[in-house]
């Protein structure tokens, strides 16, 4: 157990509405990450950051932002949802300080756009 | 870039009998390897890595990999399959320094029969 808490793990939203997932940490990891998972996609990265107010784009970063002001929170915002937002994200973070690429997962967050 | 391919999207194989998931990647210098598995309605769990050494892993549920420098492939595998062991297995390539993320293969779902 890393100590990853996801919140919230379930939400239905409308089209055009602000959202916000947050994934929380209590172990001072260094690496934080954002996955979505849809069918037939595996996982894609979307947003990860390796350290406070440090992050970068993944491979799907387009309708997202992040923000980590401090070192247990890493926050994924959808400005303004969209259908093709509909997904399971997962937070995961790299055990300790270095970058081995080792994730741990924490449970999702189901979001529907509708 | 680093990309990972996992040729079977889908495989099934009856209770008891032997298992292996291919993977292949590319990667210009040494890459860190994973497989992890996701039980349906979970998040991802690491079943075993590799950084160096013995090319022949151990991982946790009796799976092993191999990694083959030669064939760029790091293949799971488990000589008697559980029911339990019905899931989706990904595998993950990484630099293993600097701040590059992992990149997953699009996963195999693995059914057990009886």
């Known amino acids: 157990d890393a100590g990853i808490t996801q919140s919230p793990r379930h939400k239905v939203t409308e089209t055009g509405t602000p959202v916000t997932l947050r994934c929380h940490q209590t172990e001072n990891h260094r690496y934080m990450y954002w996955y979505r998972q849809d069918p037939g996609h595996g996982l894609r990265l979307i947003h990860y950051?390796?350290?406070?107010?440090?992050?970068d784009k993944g491979e799907v970063s387009d309708g997202y932002s992040v923000s980590r002001s401090k070192t247990e929170d890493f926050l994924l915002t959808l400005e303004s949802a969209t259908s093709s937002q509909t997904s399971v994200y997962f937070c995961?973070?790299?055990?300790?300080?270095?970058?081995?690429?080792?994730?741990?997962f924490g449970e999702g967050s189901r979001l529907t756009v509708l | 870039a680093q990309s990972v391919t996992q040729p079977d999207i889908h495989i099934t194989v009856s209770e008891g009998a032997s298992l292996e998931l291919r993977c292949n990647y590319s990667?210009?210098?040494?890459?860190?390897l994973f497989w992890y598995v996701q039980s349906p309605g979970q998040g991802l769990q690491l079943l075993l890595k590799?950084?160096?050494?013995?090319?022949l892993v151990q991982g946790i549920k009796g799976f092993e990999a191999e990694f083959k420098r030669s064939q760029s492939s790091f293949n799971l595998r488990k000589p008697s399959v559980h029911w339990s062991d019905a899931a989706e297995y990904f595998c993950?390539?990484?630099?293993?320094?600097?701040?590059?993320?992992?990149?997953f293969g699009k996963g195999t779902r693995l059914s057990v029969i009886a």
């Open positions: 995961a973070i790299t055990p300790g300080q270095g970058n081995t690429g080792e994730l741990f």
């Open positions: 993950a390539v990484g630099a293993g320094s600097g701040n590059t993320p992992l990149v």
């Open positions: 950051s390796y350290g406070v107010k440090d992050t």
């Open positions: 990667y210009g210098a040494t890459p860190y």
């Open positions: 590799y950084f160096s050494g013995d090319t």
